[in-house]
């Protein structure tokens, strides 16, 4: 036998040996792949998960309603000394036992409840037909960079300019009318929601595309099932500004434009009060603007970001 065939024969027999010698690993007694098998990356994975979600279970308890009531109740019993002893006048400065007293009067005579149902209906219709007008315009001039060159910077200035400007030159046009108040909402609103859209197509990475023209997706198909989903965070948050502009909008509507045949709406019963140097009337309506405001926050946008998030993996749960 030739000596380099011996040689690795004797070399093959020693790692065959080396290999016997060796212990042998523990026998898999639970079922598992082994130290770093399979199995126990599973059980790592959903210890983690079940962490994750025993501390997302102990937050809303403790951050979610302790604190907010907490500071809440701070800020009530600030106010009250500071009209026990800081006013001597309680039709300057009422407590907010004045300002409750006066709003469950307020409600009584339905007042309260007619101002509050009736700009409710307007912020949320102007708000979708804003939503309407703002969504196509956004998908347009994200699709053509040069009708986002041209129109871009007219939308970023309208987005500044103060909706109160537009309130007198809307009641030249439409009178005052129902119309003055949706024409200053839509003018508010919709800047903000095609300037979100845009911001949310701007973080999507280029790769994305890429890999829709490489799978043959038409232009209009990368915009409508690539584009818009993976631009949804921005254009959630474009939707949240959007809301805000309609509620600030509405409420400097209803205060400039009373009368006519425009309704009662909380920016009305504001202005009812001040006319009347009722300060009590006054806070109850400027705290149930914010009321409504909190309200449309917690029961309309912060569910969907949190649906959004779980659906992308980065809530606590996802995927499971």
């Known amino acids: 036998m ?21 212990p042998a690993p523990p026998e898999d007694t639970d079922g598992t792949d082994g130290p770093g098998g399979p199995d126990s990356l599973g059980e790592i ?27 809440l109740a701070g800020l009530l019993s600030l106010w009250q000394l500071a009209a026990w002893f800081g006013s001597p006048r309680a039709d300057l400065f009422p407590g907010p036992f004045d300002v409750l007293g006066t709003a469950g009067q307020l409600a ?10 009736t700009s409710l209906q307007r912020g949320v219709l102007g708000f979708l037909l804003a939503l309407a007008i703002g969504t196509p315009l956004g998908l347009l001039l994200s699709a053509s960079s040069t009708l986002r060159r041209g129109l871009g910077p007219l939308v970023s ?33 919709t800047p903000s929601i095609v300037n979100g ?3 949310g197509v701007d973080t999507v990475p280029p790769q994305y595309r890429r890999l829709g023209t490489v799978l043959g997706a038409s232009r209009t198909q990368q915009l409508l099932r690539i584009v818009l989903p993976a631009a949804l ?77 779980r659906r992308r993996g980065l809530a606590p749960g996802a995927g499971r």
């Open 233 to 309: 965070p921005g254009y959630v948050a474009g939707l949240k500004q959007g809301w805000a502009f309609s509620w600030r909008s509405l409420m400097a509507a209803e205060i400039i434009a009373v009368g006519g045949s425009i309704g009662f709406g909380l920016g009305s019963l504001l202005q009812q009060g001040r006319d009347l140097s009722q300060m009590a009337v006054v806070v109850a309506a400027i705290l149930a603007i914010l009321a409504v405001g909190i309200a449309v926050e917690l029961l309309v946008f912060a569910p969907l970001e949190r649906s959004l998030l």
């Open 2 to 22: 030739p000596t380099s065939i011996t040689s690795a024969t004797a070399i093959a027999r020693e790692r065959a040996a080396a290999r016997a010698a060796e």
């Open 45 to 71: 994975e959903a210890g983690l998960d079940r962490l994750q979600d025993s501390a997302a279970i102990s937050r809303p308890t403790v951050g979610r309603i302790l604190l907010p009531l907490g500071t």
């Open 108 to 117: 009584v005579d339905g007042r309260l409840v007619e101002a509050v149902f």
């Open 197 to 199: 859209f845009l911001s």
């Open 157 to 189: 200035g309208l987005q500044v300019l103060p909706s109160v400007a537009w309130v007198p030159a809307a009641i030249i046009w439409f009178g005052l009318t129902d119309a003055t108040v949706f024409f200053v909402v839509l003018m508010g609103a």
